[in-house]
């Protein structure tokens, strides 16, 4: 009976004792790209309603003190990084404003996010979780630009982040949804034709049989 009723909804730690058996170091490194790749969604049309309904569903609750066994990937991580469950009981949870981020997803759940808070919301979370991976930190300046980049651009960035969870979080629920956005993105972006440079052009135009 205990197992069943800590048995969660989450595909990437559907139990406490998952929960607990993860460094907090690596919760909140998994945190952070969850919420870097859920930004990307939200932006992007193909995947837009998606996102909206996930944040949706992990601001569900008002806040992200108690084990839900009903709570997506990102909720249960948030969870997790308040400290409550992890093993030890000792573990300092990380200083981070819950609070924002709550605001931050019931907002994007609804179509009520602004620019400025999501900027001050993935900068702030740089600094609270303390990533150190100057890897991370690019990413979170190519997320910020995003509709200032190219596509070679985004493929390459979802394509880091891919790589990511691949490796620290494989069953991740967001994965699936990425790996659907850099294809579009790719096919998009080998049928795009490249002019000729004009240089060349002109070479033509002077050398006609």
Do not use: C
């Not at 969660?8 to 004792?17: A, C, F, N, Q, V």
């Not at 609750?61 to 469950?85: E, I, M, P, T």
């Not at 880091?160 to 990425?178: G, M, N, T, Y």
């Amino acid at each position: 009976m205990e197992f069943l009723r800590t048995l969660g909804e989450s595909k990437l730690l559907p139990t406490m004792r998952s929960l607990e058996s993860k460094d907090p170091h690596e919760i909140a490194e998994i945190t952070y790209y969850y919420i870097l790749a859920l930004r990307i969604l939200l932006l992007e049309d193909d995947t837009h309603e998606w996102a909206k309904g996930y944040a949706k569903k992990a601001a569900e609750w008002g806040d992200f003190k108690k084990w839900r066994a009903n709570g997506n990937d990102l909720y249960v991580l948030l969870h997790g990084l308040s400290g409550r469950d992890h093993p030890s009981k000792t573990e300092k949870p990380y200083p981070i404003d819950l609070p924002k981020i709550h605001r931050w997803l019931k907002d994007s759940g609804r179509d009520a996010d602004s620019e400025v808070r999501t900027q001050r919301v993935l900068m702030r979370i740089d600094f609270d979780l303390k990533m150190k991976n100057t890897s991370g930190k690019a990413l979170r300046r190519r997320v910020l630009d995003w509709d200032d980049t190219t596509p070679r651009q985004q493929v390459a960035t979802l394509e880091k982040i891919i790589a990511f969870f691949q490796s620290h979080a494989s069953r991740a629920e967001i994965l699936k949804h990425l790996k659907d956005l850099k294809k579009d993105e790719k096919e998009d972006l080998d049928e795009t034709v490249v002019a000729p440079p004009k240089s060349f052009l002109s070479y033509l135009q002077r050398n006609k049989p």
